[in-house]
């Protein structure tokens, strides 16, 4: 990346070809009347995205979803004009299935020429986890051997990326800064809920109460320097 930043261009891409939804029983510690209030009953719509920005002449991909048959993940970057090779990096916000699967395709890397970053408190925690329980993660990780990269928020990312901690949701959730967009991840699954009540947690959260506090503080973030806020979960239009 060169030293003078271009204004970054986003283009959600939403993995799932099929409506997604948040079940009622994902969030047990909200209330029934809540969830009556908001009309929520029947679940709280949701999505599976990756973000793809073009930022300095870069090709940068945010996450890169479940990687499952019915991925819209490639098709999306080709219909973008984007082969897999012309990825030049991915940014992962954290190490779960549905947002690192789809680095992989046929069994190899799905982005032969992309770097890979990912926070190094995250990478260390997983990879500080029993190896049969974290064995897809180390096969794609290993398929980027020599192209993955660790490093902690305060460093310098190519491109003017800024790292936010965002820890909770698992030991090193991180959302990312471009210019005047905010890649948060998982740091809410339910957005009608979570966001005008973030004390409450998906259980998928690993420790609630970082969670919570890292969710209020990204959404003040966003609302004080006026940045678009784009989730992992986030149903269309997939910004706040």
Known sequence: CSTRQSEPEIHPIQDNSNPRIMGRGLFTDA???????????DGIPSS?????????GKEILFDAANGADDSRLLPVLDSLGISP???DMVFITHLHGDHFGGLMRNGEAAFPNAELYINKVEYDAWMSMPEDKTERLRTV????RGRLNTFAPDDILPCGIKAVEAYGHTPGHTAYIVGDIMIVGDIMHGVALQLDHPEYCAAFDMDKELAVKARISLIRKAREENLRMYGMHFPAPYFL
Do not use: W
């Open 31 to 41: 209330p029934d009347s809540l969830f009556e209030e908001l009309g929520l009953e």
């Open 48 to 56: 599976v995205n990756a973000f793809l920005v073009k930022a300095d």
């Open 85 to 87: 090779d012309d990825l």
């Open 141 to 144: 990780l290993d398929a980027y």
